[in-house]
């Protein structure tokens, strides 16, 4: 049974970097797609991108380059940066794993609120 | 980008009703949709992939349908756990896109 957690700061000061971590247990993570979702208080879901053990990756360019994600199957962590971050960027930010028919986001993390603000 | 929206926006039902939401895709996808049920404060779970496959340990009277750019999503019974917020998702070409959502209430 695939278990994923987020950690890293809960709160960024605008103009900075959003770098979150998510940890997976259960799932080698060699054989998936993993991926990253925002979710603004009261809003709906953002789909941020995605990685692939080999490195590729694939972002929402809504985001306009302003994100790295990477994946260290040694840890069995993968990971989200987000650039030049403002008050938009403040959200609920959720880690998945892809399911290999369909893409389906199978299993989730809680979630971990991140803040920008000064 | 492929834009997807949901029909109602909002409902309210009853314990035992039966309920239908609908996701249209702004072009055709296959059967690369996704339903997520999502509780206030929790992450979102997956209820069907592929249009109409039943994820593993969702309760069966959750069923999907629908091909192309037109899908359906089916409570045949609506429990007191139902009460949630249902959100689509197409997965046939990134940027992967979500439906605005369709809240069920009481």
């Known amino acids: 049974h695939v278990q994923l957690q987020e950690s890293g700061p809960g709160l960024v000061k605008p103009s900075e970097t959003l770098s979150l971590t998510c940890t997976v247990s259960?799932?080698?993570?060699?054989?998936?797609?993993w991926s990253w979702i925002r979710q603004p208080a009261g809003k709906g879901l953002e789909w941020i991108g995605r990685?692939?053990?080999?490195?590729?990756?694939s972002y929402n360019p809504s985001l306009n380059g302003r994100v790295t994600m990477s994946l260290d199957t040694s840890k069995t962590q993968f990971s989200l940066k987000l650039s030049s971050v403002t008050a938009a960027d403040t959200a609920v930010y959720f880690c998945?794993?892809?399911?290999?028919?369909?893409?389906?986001?199978?299993?989730w993390g809680q979630g971990m609120l991140v803040t920008v603000s000064s | 980008d492929i834009q997807m929206t949901q029909s109602p926006s909002s409902l309210s039902a009853s314990v035992g009703d039966r309920v239908t939401i609908t996701c249209r895709a702004s072009?055709?996808?296959?059967?690369?949709l996704n339903w997520y049920q999502q509780r206030p404060g929790k992450a979102p779970n997956l209820l069907i992939y592929?249009?109409?496959n039943l994820q593993s340990g969702v309760p069966s009277r959750f069923s999907g349908s629908g091909s192309g750019s037109d899908f359906t999503l089916t409570i045949s019974s609506l429990q007191p756990e139902d009460f949630a917020i249902y959100y689509c998702?197409?997965?046939?070409?990134?940027?992967?896109?979500f439906g605005p959502g369709t809240i069920v209430d009481v």
């Open positions: 998945a794993r892809d399911g290999k028919s369909y893409l389906q986001l199978d299993s």
């Open positions: 259960g799932d080698s993570m060699t054989n998936n797609y």
């Open positions: 990685v692939y053990p080999s490195g590729f990756t």
């Open positions: 072009q055709r996808i296959s059967s690369f």
């Open positions: 592929g249009a109409s």
């Open positions: 998702q197409q997965t046939s070409s990134t940027p992967f896109t």
